[in-house]
């Protein structure tokens, strides 16, 4: 599976980004999706996660409320609608796949990775 994230930017702070991240592979509905991110001298963390039908999603506390998950099986795409952006949410956004039907939170337990898009948050 590959995995294209895009739809990165500069935004102000209270503004709208939204991202979307194009996957290969005719196995991307059986498949669970995740979006992390990373800031510049941090590590990787999660943001958010779909289960491979889209009935479950999961969020990190730090986007709940703002940010939104969701994702187009015919389409072999997963975006994340992010709201209210805040300076702190300055980061580059990765996309993840998951040979599991489950959604996690671990880094670990995802299988492949796109290659990010920057998301950069003005104040």
């Known amino acids: 599976v590959q995995l294209q994230a895009c739809g990165g930017g500069l935004v102000q702070a209270g503004g709208s980004l939204g991202l979307s991240c194009a996957a290969s592979?005719?196995?991307?509905?059986?498949?669970?999706l995740g979006w992390f991110r990373q800031a510049p001298g941090k590590q990787r963390e999660f943001v958010s996660s779909?289960?491979?039908?889209?009935?479950?999603?999961y969020y990190a506390d730090y986007v709940k409320g703002r940010f939104t998950i969701s994702r187009d099986n015919a389409k072999n795409t997963v975006f994340l609608q992010m709201n209210s952006l805040k300076p702190e949410d300055t980061a580059i956004y990765y996309c993840?796949?998951?040979?599991?039907?489950?959604?996690?939170?671990?880094?670990?337990?995802?299988?492949?990775w796109g290659q990010g898009t920057l998301v950069t948050v003005s104040s």
């Open positions: 993840a796949a998951r040979r599991s039907p489950a959604w996690v939170s671990h880094r670990s337990a995802y299988d492949y």
């Open positions: 592979g005719r196995t991307f509905s059986s498949y669970s």
């Open positions: 779909i289960s491979a039908s889209g009935g479950g999603t």
